[in-house]
């Protein structure tokens, strides 16, 4: 499956927002948007005009795929999917992102980011329900538990991760780092994702 493999920061400078894809990275002194820094081929002196309404809308939506770490076919199809939800299009799309296990391992705190979330379950260390799970777009639902596997419990990264994490955890989800498991207490709810975007940007560019 096609993924990008260029430089990271380049997406946030593109993007003008933080979209923490290096993990503690994002939040150190080294990360490149704690400075002034332009989009990517901005020349220092060049006047950037007044956005036009699609290019709003384009930069919602490749800031929000950006963010989950997906290809543009990945992410059509899980707006289609939320389009056919009943509900609001919008909140849909972000719950349906939000339950993907790879969104879940990174928001309990297992891995440092969206990406490293994903290489460890496509490499088989999570099991779902104590049945092993190596699909990052596998979709939790309310009452499922997902667990580090018995295999993988030596592994330096999860040795690391048992002495707890820093991280602020979303209240849809119960985490014990000791046992290495969490729990989908309930499904997330639009006001528990920390996005500040306007989904219906995002819808209105896929309405044209």
Same mark, same amino acid.
């Given at each position: 499956m096609a993924r990008y493999i260029g430089p990271v920061c380049r997406l946030c400078r593109t993007e003008q927002k933080k979209? %923490?894809?290096?993990?503690?990275?994002?939040?150190?002194?080294?990360?490149?948007?704690?400075?002034?820094?332009?989009?990517?081929?901005?020349?220092?002196? =060049?006047?950037?005009?007044?956005?036009s309404e699609y290019a709003t809308q384009l930069r919602e939506k490749q800031t929000l795929k950006r963010a989950y770490g997906l290809m543009e076919a990945q992410f059509r199809n899980a %707006? &289609? !999917?939320?389009?056919?939800?009943?509900? !609001?299009?919008? &909140?849909?799309?972000?719950?349906?992102? &939000?339950?993907?296990?790879?969104?879940?391992?990174?928001?309990?705190?297992? =891995?440092?980011? /969206?990406?490293?979330?994903?290489q460890l379950v496509n490499h088989g260390h999570f099991l779902v329900n104590d049945r092993k799970v190596d699909i990052p777009s596998y979709r939790v639902k309310q009452g499922d538990v997902v667990s580090v596997g018995a295999s993988s419990r030596d592994i330096n990264l999860f040795k690391m991760v048992r002495e707890g994490s820093a991280r602020?955890?979303?209240?849809?989800?119960?985490?014990? %780092?000791?046992?290495?498991?969490?729990?989908?207490?309930?499904?997330?709810? /639009?006001?528990d994702i920390d996005f500040a975007l306007q989904e219906n940007m995002i819808i209105e560019y896929y309405s044209r």
């Open positions: 979209l %923490f894809l290096k993990g503690d990275r994002c939040n150190s002194d080294k990360c490149p948007m704690n400075k002034k820094r332009l989009p990517p081929g901005k020349a220092p002196k =060049a006047r950037m005009g007044k956005r %707006f &289609e !999917k939320a389009l056919a939800m009943p509900g !609001k299009t919008g &909140e849909n799309l972000f719950i349906l992102l &939000e339950r993907r296990l790879d969104n879940v391992v990174y928001r309990a705190g297992l =891995a440092a980011s /969206r990406a490293q979330a994903r602020i955890l979303p209240k849809w989800l119960t985490v014990n %780092f000791d046992q290495l498991k969490v729990t989908v207490d309930s499904l997330p709810e /639009r006001s």
